[in-house]
Structure formats: structure tokens, C-alpha cells
């Protein structure tokens, strides 16, 4: 048995700031979008890499607030991409912890993405 990748499912409130951030910002492209009817919540499937995310507007789909750690090859070429878009709501750092070198992101719903260089 073999188990594959969880896809952790986070909570939104707005598709036009989840695009801004996910897509704009993190260089997310959007697999697929899904809405029962026109006029319902939002549920889709952003990928970059092999990290793939689903963002939900849907009422008890995630909890604000939720925190992620993703292992990245290059942090410093994550943070220097990130930065050079001098995204007006962030400007991400990369601070030393007892397990690697980490950047932190929140998205504009609470939701805060650790991206994580480990130590050799």
C-alpha cells in the first residue's frame, strides 16, 4: 500500500484576492474551477510544481487560519521571484529556525504558507 500526496483544502472568501494572491503572486496556475450553479461558492484546484492546493469558498470546507509547511529546493530563488513582483500587500523574509531556513506568506484569509528550505 501506498499512500500519495495530501491536498490540503483552504478556505476562501473572495475569487477575485485568491487570484491575486495564489495565481498573481505565488505563480499558481488554476487546474480546474468548479460551481454547482452560477451564483454559488467557488471550489478549484490551483497547481504549481508538484504542490497542489484546493481553495474552497464553501462553508465548512478549511478553517482561517490553517498553516502549511511546503519543503522548497531553492528558497532563495522562491524569495527573490516573490519579492521582484513587489506585491503590495507583502513582502515575504526568510528567517533561520532549529529546522532550516523558512518563508512565511498569509493569504488575504488568514491562511499562512510556510515555505521551507531544511538543513542539510
Do not use: C
Amino acid at each position: 500500500m501506498q499512500l500519495s500526496a495530501a491536498i490540503p483544502i483552504l478556505r476562501s472568501f473572495s475569487e477575485a484576492k485568491a487570484k491575486e494572491f495564489y495565481v498573481d503572486f505565488l505563480g499558481f496556475e488554476i487546474a480546474w474551477e468548479h460551481r454547482f450553479e452560477p451564483d454559488t461558492p467557488l471550489y478549484m484546484e490551483l497547481r504549481r510544481g508538484a504542490l497542489t492546493l484546493h481553495l474552497s469558498e464553501h462553508h465548512g470546507d478549511g478553517s482561517p487560519g490553517m498553516a502549511l509547511m511546503v519543503h522548497v529546493d531553492d528558497l532563495d530563488a522562491l524569495h527573490a521571484e516573490l519579492n521582484a513582483k513587489q506585491y503590495r500587500h507583502m513582502r515575504p523574509g526568510i528567517e533561520e529556525r532549529d529546522w532550516g531556513r523558512e518563508m512565511t506568506v498569509w493569504d488575504p484569509f488568514g491562511n499562512r504558507i510556510r515555505f521551507t528550505a531544511l538543513s542539510a
